[in-house]
């Protein structure tokens, strides 16, 4: 009896190491997962651990999406402020968040404030200019011209929606990433 019951659990052990998720294979990412944010520099990606994500940046509870209770077995809120400025005449630090569901980031979001007077084309091309050094996909002069047209760029896949946003109520930029349901 006791030989099956731990054959049994041995079982259960082996095949919750074989899960692997479909995005990420010997904690590689595909490129469709990785988030655009400093791409090159933290190399984050949606399905990555928390603890390997803390092994790049700091991350603190944000505590008022949560009602202040950290679930590690359920989806809990972090963000990160300690970013670098982008620009000290225009553009403020960067505001990241993070959810984490079952250890695992499900959705990513980054905040800077645009502190442009008037948001005309030409104005918030140069903007975006200078914000493209934190985001390669804002590289192409068409992403920023339809961004600067529309005030957004959707990006979407059919496991992944990426949307960059200019907020002109609240003079926020706005980056979102996260998986398609």
């Not at 999406?65 to 950290?70: E, L, P, R, S």
């Not at 077995?73 to 400025?85: F, Q």
């Not at 600067?148 to 200019?166: H, I, M, P, S, V």
């Amino acid at each position: 009896m006791k030989t099956l019951f731990y054959t049994s659990i041995f079982v259960c052990f082996l095949a919750s190491c074989t899960i692997v998720n479909k995005n990420v294979i010997n904690n590689k990412p595909n490129q469709s997962s990785l988030i655009d944010y400093k791409r090159l520099t933290y190399k984050l990606f949606i399905g990555e651990s928390k603890d390997s994500i803390e092994k790049v940046l700091e991350l603190r509870h944000a505590y008022l999406a949560d009602d202040g209770v950290i679930d590690t077995n359920g989806i809990t809120h972090y963000m990160n402020i300690s970013e670098d400025l982008v620009n000290k005449n225009k553009l403020g630090l960067p505001a990241l968040f993070f959810t984490i569901d079952k250890q695992i980031l499900t959705e990513f979001s980054c905040y800077l404030d645009v502190n442009t007077r008037k948001f005309q084309k030409d104005n918030i091309l140069k903007t975006l200019s200078e914000i493209s050094q934190l985001f390669t996909l804002l590289n192409s002069s068409a992403s920023k011209k339809t961004l600067a047209k529309t005030l957004k760029l959707n990006l979407d896949t059919e496991e992944f929606k990426e949307q960059f946003y200019l907020d002109t109520v609240r003079r926020v930029f706005v980056y979102q990433k996260k998986r398609s349901k």
